[in-house]
């Protein structure tokens, strides 16, 4: 396994940063840049603070290697979230005068970055050793990005991790702050762990309200509008919408298969025995012609398990289909190859190449590259000697003579590729050979150092064709959703859902969707903002019904059942808090029954025609009763007389009056302190932190140009 593919098989350290999962945004830059206007830099801003598109950029470059088969769409907001989380806990540490050190940002390398958990930088007892992950670093700088891919990736790596680990420090250290007073006390999980070991066993009677509350008369309008006045800040609502989905997916038919197998196999004979295989992939395929070889074992298992009973030029794959992916295939080239070179150049750069500046023009570059070619070709012995003299690789120059170290077949640069580049690999390349070449770096004059290790090389012709639904079917499926959606018309939530089901369509039933959301949990299709923006139009109601078209052809009818709008909702107000006010006046009635009067609990039951529930066992960390939690009935069962009757005890569903009996524990040693301190303060600091992130994002002033843009 390449150290590549150990930092790919580590990358969950990434996504876990003070307890927050925090996502990356991966998508190709060129698909990226069509979202802004050509001189647009900035994509949004945190109180006043510009996040840009570099910084986009730079997320996505960095994780590009470990989600690049996601979609675009799902992951447009989880770039965003990355950057508001990031800014906003930055701008709080900064306001503290919170820093990063030199011995923070090390600290963190060993702790929470990227690199801890890579294997070859452990020593025996499993922990970071820094002394060979430094050693890693200083060979890292020596090697030249251009060398291979892997350098390359693994420098960008790198660089990210430097230019990123001072924020997460400094958003650490200002959550640590927050948390610094959040810890269990020992009281506290005493109290915990007594509350799941010790038990009461009660007798009780329970009368619901229901059977109480037809003695009252109505609660007056008055009540309910002075209460509210008085509790005006635990009713403002937030905007909210709930929306429900159901999807028709586009499917071929049967005569589309049909169709396709036919075309499929009429293509698959003009493919046999054509010569313009290049031709016919690029007008055919899903995907461009590839005119690389490759060696046997960097090839998909069904090619190798192909050449391993025909490896003769024009052997044909295929057709097979896979899902509703027809491929075939052609083996239309074989060479053999080195599979080791290494080599040695001397770079001559100029101002329009990548990476190592020069100021003079392309052409001079060239003209002095071809001249040095031309003296190096009739006097080899002097190529080392103009390594130094002349090579604008300077480090390399000077560390390794120009050396770019042995490059593997399977790990060719594709700097090194492309029209009239010199081919490394070639059987035809002895020792000492020189070439010249062009790469986005400058011109390069090459030097054969060494060889090793001749394999074949495949060349394959490749045609991949996606079976997807005729006009026909897509106009069938159109009728029929049109058709549902006309039966539908006037439907409740429920009837719209349970006829979809009957129609077998996808259903997703009731997502409380925020105006602030840029996904939805469930559905994540490119869609999902263009449905919450229609949600919160102001011409919406309840009960508007709307289909929406994938790219795919897939169809989403979205039914709206529900708008809250920010304020206060009176009506609702009014069923919630009826039945609070409902309850005390019971209070008072049952305080006035049983005023001054020692009652028995057998004398309650056969006042109230109830039953007495007998040995009823309760302890506090359950506080259930009845079904439901009634800490007020538990209170009383822990802290009363034994064989004494409480007096009326109101609870969630109705009245209780309780006669404790026993009290015993069933705990036989403490152990508490660990297993208990540690579990209440995971949930302690785990729901803090949700209220902070909650807290300061709805505090900030954020502005996302993204809306206006993509």
Known sequence: MSFLDKIRKNTWLVFFFISISLLFFILDPNILLKFFTENSTVIGKINGENISLKEYLDSFQFLKQFREDEPDYYLKNDAWKLLVHERVLNQQAKKLGIQSTKK??????????????????QNEKGKMDMNKFRLYLNNLEKLPSSLTPQIEAEKNIWLYEKNNIPKRIAAKKYVEMLMYGLNTSLIEAQLSYRDKNLFSIIDYVFIPYSD????????????????????????????????SFVISRSHPSLDDEKNMDFKI?????????????????SNQSEKPFDSNFYLKDNLPPVLKHFLEKKDKVGSMLGPFKDNNIYIMAKLIGKKMVYNSVLSSHILISHKQATRFYNNRTKKKAEKIAKKIYDFVVK???????????????IVNAKKNKGNLGWMKYEERNEAFKGKGSFDFFSLKNKKGRIGLTETKFGYHIIRIDDIKNIKPAYQFAI??????????????LYQRIIKFMKDNKNSSLNTFINNARQKKYETIFLREIKDYQWKIHDLNTELDQEVINWSYEKKRKEGDIKIFTTSNKDYIMVFLSKIQRKGYPIEEIKNNITPFLINKKIDRYLYNIMKNKHISLEKIASFFSKKINKSYRVNFYQSIIQNHKEPKVIGYAFSSKLYETSKPILGEKGVFFIRTLKRFNTSKKLSYFSSEIESLNANLRKNILEKIGNVLIKKSNIKDYRKNNI
Do not use: C, G, M
């Not at 196999?265 to 992939?281: C, G, P, T, W």
């Not at 996606?466 to 106009?475: A, I, N, V």
């Open 379 to 393: 006097n080899p012995d002097q190529f080392d000697s103009l390594v130094l003299e002349k090579s604008d690789d």
């Open 212 to 243: 109480i509350e037809k003695k009252y008369h109505r609660i007056k309008s008055y009540d309910i509008y002075d209460f509210i006045k008085k509790n005006k800040f635990l009713y403002k609502k937030e905007n909210l919408r709930n929306l």
């Open 265 to 281: 196999k009429k293509l698959f004979q003009k493919f046999k025995f054509s010569n313009h295989n290049s031709i016919i992939v």
């Open 104 to 121: 923070d940002f090390w600290k963190a390398i060993e702790k929470q970055s990227i690199y801890s958990n890579i294997i070859d930088f």
């Open 463 to 476: 045609i991949i064709k996606t079976l997807t639904p005729s006009k026909k079917t897509e106009d069938i």
